[in-house]
Every structure is written in structure tokens, then in C-alpha cells.
């Protein structure tokens, strides 16, 4: 069976308590501000105009997202794969959902809003590193902004460091990858993989 009405999903849950609805804010709060800059990662959810959608995490120093405003943050792009889905998906939409992490707490941070691909000079300024000047920064008006309870990083234990796994229990991306799609290029070691990337990390 399955549920094609909101009438019967509602029918499964209980109404949502107050507090979960009055949590969300227009803009962003000294909290949530505090809390974007411990975030080492953000995942950005993103669709393209047929609603197909793409989450794609992205890294860095804590606070490497920069709040500009209550209402405004830049998320600088650092070299990647180059497929540009997330980004691709911006000019299309122009929309996007953020969910940042931080390691050791198990809640989360959750912002909706619009978003539009910038390259100007204060603002690749502003996103700006040791490294790096990045070649564009995602713009995002933030429409939404609320805490997430930490039930879900509590069930799976993710900060737990008895519950991690060895990376040897898995092939190395380059096997994986000569497994999925073939080709007569040798498949890259982990170790090959980690000296590769740390050119452009």
C-alpha cells in the first residue's frame, strides 16, 4: 500500500509540537550564526528544472562558509570533479537547501533559500583563503533557517570514533570505479588517490 494524500500521511503522525514549528526563522539568528562557523562541511541540496535533484557535500576550515548578513551567505567552490551539478542546477533554479555539520554535536543546521552564482570581486575576496582564490562563490538569501534535533546522528553514532570503519573494508575509489565503468586505465590506489588530491584539497 502505499500513501498518495498528505490527509493520509498526517493520519500516521501527530501534529507537530509548537516549538518544531515555531523554530524556523526568516534569517539567521546569533546560534545559527555561531554555529556556521564551527561547520567544516555543508551538504547543498539542489534541483534542476525537471526536479532532479543532486546533494553534494562541500568542506573546509570551520567557518569557511561566510555569513555576510542575517540574511546572506557565500559558499566558495573549490576544484572538484568538474561535473558542476550543484552549480548547474543554480542557474536553473536557483534554489537551494544547506544542511551543516559539525563534528562532535549531533544536532544540525538547516537553511532554505535562494541562491545565484557570484563572481564578484568582494565577494571571491571574502571567501578567499591561504590556498586559494575560488573562481565563484554561491550566493544564498536565506529564507529559512532552524536548528535540526540530534536524533538521527545519535542513532547512527556518526561522531562515535569506537563506530568508525577502517577505509580498507571498501575497495579504493579508483577500483570501485574501474568495477562500475571499465577501461583499460589501471585502477588508483588509495594511496595514489590521497597524493592526487592533496594537490587541490
Excluded at 20 to 42: M, Y
Excluded at 58 to 79: C, H, K, Q, Y
Excluded at 92 to 109: A, S
Excluded at 178 to 188: L, R, S, Y
Aim: with cysteine.
Amino acid at each position: 500500500m502505499q500513501i498518495h494524500s498528505i490527509a493520509d500521511l498526517r493520519a500516521l503522525y501527530p501534529p507537530a509540537r509548537e516549538r518544531s514549528v515555531k523554530k524556523q526563522l526568516p534569517r539567521l539568528d546569533a546560534h545559527c550564526t555561531r554555529f556556521i562557523s564551527l561547520s567544516p562541511l555543508v551538504v547543498v541540496a539542489s534541483t534542476d528544472n525537471q526536479l532532479c535533484l543532486d546533494a553534494s557535500p562541500r568542506g573546509g576550515t570551520p567557518g569557511f562558509v561566510a555569513v555576510l548578513d542575517d540574511n546572506t551567505l557565500l559558499i566558495p567552490d573549490a576544484p572538484g570533479n568538474n561535473r558542476l551539478d550543484t552549480l548547474e542546477n543554480i542557474v536553473q533554479t536557483g534554489r537551494v537547501g544547506l544542511l551543516f555539520l559539525v563534528p562532535g554535536i549531533d544536532e544540525t543546521l538547516r537553511v532554505n533559500g535562494t541562491a545565484v552564482l557570484s563572481t564578484a570581486p568582494d565577494d571571491l575576496a571574502r571567501c578567499a583563503d591561504a590556498k586559494r582564490t575560488p573562481k565563484l562563490a554561491i550566493r544564498v538569501t536565506v529564507q529559512a533557517a532552524y536548528l535540526h534535533c540530534g536524533k538521527a546522528l545519535m542513532r547512527s553514532a556518526l561522531w562515535d570514533a569506537s563506530r568508525q570503519v577502517q577505509r580498507s573494508v571498501m575497495p579504493s575509489m579508483g577500483e570501485m570505479m574501474k568495477d562500475q565503468i571499465g577501461g583499460d586505465i589501471p585502477a588508483e590506489t588509495q594511496e595514489e588517490m590521497l597524493a592526487r588530491y592533496a594537490i587541490d584539497l
